[in-house]
């Protein structure tokens, strides 16, 4: 169980980090074309190996796949939509305030679940709910700041960020769940990078930027937000449990912040780490049931 727990915690600090690197890209005048399509690129080359070569090595049987490959490529695209619009949302506003955005999906997943699936949130979620929009106005820094002085375009494309989050996680949660994690994966990204590839070109490919420091950017953006998380994720959660871990990603917030403020000097003062803690102690009351009844520490997937 203790090894689940560290592949899941490290899976959500990958993600913690990536908000930071993409503005340290930015800063050296690498576009949002650029940056998403170098990490989907590179992501999806990476998965399609590790899973060719983990299809070599093992001796498994083949599982029986019902899901069309097309439909989890089709699922992918959300997954651009996500790095577009995170990506967007970065440029206008504060890594640190970029993440808190991002992680309102967890509300807007309980709004699609109640719309789509009429399944009311209970008790616990609606107070979830309350705390993350609560947290959320003290983490950005509203109470301090003039409305004039927030960039709204920003915040627009943060919350469009979590509504394709939201979603992305739905249609991950449904439909292919009996591909090998790296396949499922693999073809996710691939959805991805074609998704960007028409949205935003790979200008890159050809004006030479790849001679420069944006191959490193890319694979930094690859490694820790597009290969470490799903394999993390695929075998800690297993070890760790559904509830434990769905508890332990939220660590990608803190670790966001903490890098916005430290590489980035970003400033983050004491109520806005209180908005952190108060948008974290929200993702934690759903799970409180389980957890008074002890089934954190149970293996259970589900």
């Given at each position: 169980?203790?090894?689940?727990?560290?592949?899941?915690?490290?899976?959500a600090c990958s993600?913690?980090?990536?908000?930071?690197?993409?503005?340290?890209?930015?800063?050296?005048?690498?576009?949002?074309?650029d940056v998403t399509?170098?990490?989907?690129?590179?992501?999806?080359?990476?998965?399609?190996?590790?899973?060719?070569?983990?299809?070599?090595?093992?001796?498994?049987?083949?599982?029986?796949?019902?899901?069309?490959?097309?439909?989890?490529?089709?699922?992918?695209?959300?997954?651009?939509?996500?790095?577009?619009?995170?990506?967007?949302?970065?440029?206008?506003?504060?890594?640190?305030?970029?993440?808190?955005?991002?992680?309102?999906?967890?509300?807007?997943?309980?709004?699609?679940?109640?719309?789509?699936?009429?399944?009311?949130?209970?008790?616990?979620?609606?107070?979830?709910?309350?705390?993350?929009?609560?947290?959320?106005?003290?983490?950005?820094?509203?109470?301090?700041?003039?409305?004039?002085?927030?960039?709204?375009?920003?915040?627009?494309?943060?919350?469009?960020?979590?509504?394709?989050?939201?979603?992305?996680?739905?249609?991950?949660?449904?439909?292919?769940?009996?591909?090998?994690?790296?396949?499922?994966?693999?073809?996710?990204?691939?959805?991805?990078?074609?998704?960007?590839?028409?949205?935003?070109?790979?200008?890159?490919?050809?004006?030479?930027?790849?001679?420069?420091?944006?191959?490193?950017?890319?694979?930094?953006?690859?490694?820790?937000?597009?290969?470490?998380?799903?394999?993390?994720?695929?075998?800690?959660?297993?070890?760790?449990?559904?509830?434990?871990?769905?508890?332990?990603?939220?660590?990608?917030?803190?670790?966001?912040?903490?890098?916005?403020?430290?590489?980035?000097?970003?400033?983050?003062?004491?109520?806005?780490?209180?908005?952190?803690?108060?948008?974290?102690?929200?993702?934690?009351?759903?799970?409180?049931?389980?957890?008074?009844?002890?089934?954190?520490?149970?293996?259970?997937?589900?």
């Amino acid at each position: 169980m203790l090894k689940g727990i560290f592949l899941v915690l490290f899976g959500a600090c990958s993600f913690g980090i990536l908000s930071t690197f993409v503005k340290l890209a930015y800063a050296e005048g690498y576009t949002l074309g650029d940056v998403t399509g170098t990490q989907a690129l590179f992501g999806a080359l990476m998965l399609w190996t590790l899973h060719l070569i983990q299809s070599n090595l093992s001796k498994k049987p083949k599982p029986k796949l019902t899901t069309h490959w097309l439909k989890l490529v089709g699922a992918g695209f959300f997954t651009g939509l996500v790095s577009l619009t995170y990506y967007q949302c970065v440029k206008f506003v504060p890594a640190s305030l970029a993440i808190i955005l991002l992680m309102q999906f967890v509300w807007i997943s309980v709004l699609l679940e109640l719309f789509i699936y009429k399944k009311k949130p209970n008790k616990a979620q609606i107070f979830a709910i309350i705390f993350i929009l609560a947290g959320t106005v003290l983490a950005s820094g509203f109470t301090d700041t003039k409305l004039a002085d927030i960039n709204l375009v920003g915040v627009a494309f943060g919350l469009l960020a979590a509504l394709c989050y939201a979603i992305f996680l739905m249609l991950n949660g449904k439909l292919g769940n009996e591909y090998p994690p790296l396949q499922k994966s693999a073809l996710m990204i691939t959805g991805a990078c074609l998704l960007i590839f028409v949205v935003l070109p790979p200008h890159f490919l050809f004006n030479g930027a790849l001679g420069g420091s944006l191959l490193k950017w890319g694979m930094i953006l690859a490694i820790f937000g597009t290969v470490i998380p799903p394999l993390c994720f695929a075998s800690g959660i297993p070890r760790a449990g559904f509830t434990l871990s769905s508890i332990l990603s939220s660590a990608e917030l803190p670790v966001a912040v903490s890098m916005s403020a430290l590489v980035l000097h970003e400033p983050v003062g004491p109520m806005r780490w209180l908005g952190v803690f108060v948008i974290l102690g929200a993702m934690l009351l759903p799970n409180l049931e389980n957890i008074k009844k002890g089934n954190i520490f149970k293996r259970k997937t589900t």
